[in-house]
């Protein structure tokens, strides 16, 4: 069964970092491409990150480009996105998607709060 599983959300003031890992099973993750998406309270899904199977290769949305950075440890089944500089318009939850290359499964989300 394909599971995954983020964690890593918290209540952060502005300026702050966090760091999202997303823990996948049930499936080889170093043959998937992965995306990072997010949903803002009240708002429609939005695209985050891809990261493609090796790690070598990621895109970024503008609205997060420079602050966000992707990457991942097939080794270990992990998926991380590590976000700084945070603003009020990152709150969201967070979810882990594998690419293949539609969005066939997603984790639960986690929740990522930005306010002072």
């Known amino acids: 069964e394909v599971q995954l599983v983020e964690s890593g959300g918290g209540l952060v003031q502005p300026g702050g970092s966090l760091r999202l890992s997303c823990a996948a099973s049930?499936?080889?993750?170093?043959?998937?491409?992965m995306y990072w998406v997010r949903q803002a309270p009240g708002k429609g899904l939005e695209w985050v990150s891809t990261i493609n199977s090796g790690g070598g290769t990621t895109y970024y949305a503008d609205s997060v480009k420079g602050r966000f950075t992707a990457s991942r440890e097939n080794a270990k089944s992990m998926v991380y996105l590590q976000m700084n500089s945070l603003k009020p318009e990152d709150t969201a939850v967070y979810y882990c998607?594998?690419?293949?290359?539609?969005?066939?499964?997603w984790g639960k989300g986690t929740l990522v709060t930005i306010s002072s």
């Open positions: 049930g499936f080889t993750l170093s043959s998937y491409s």
């Open positions: 998607v594998r690419s293949a290359p539609i969005m066939d499964y």
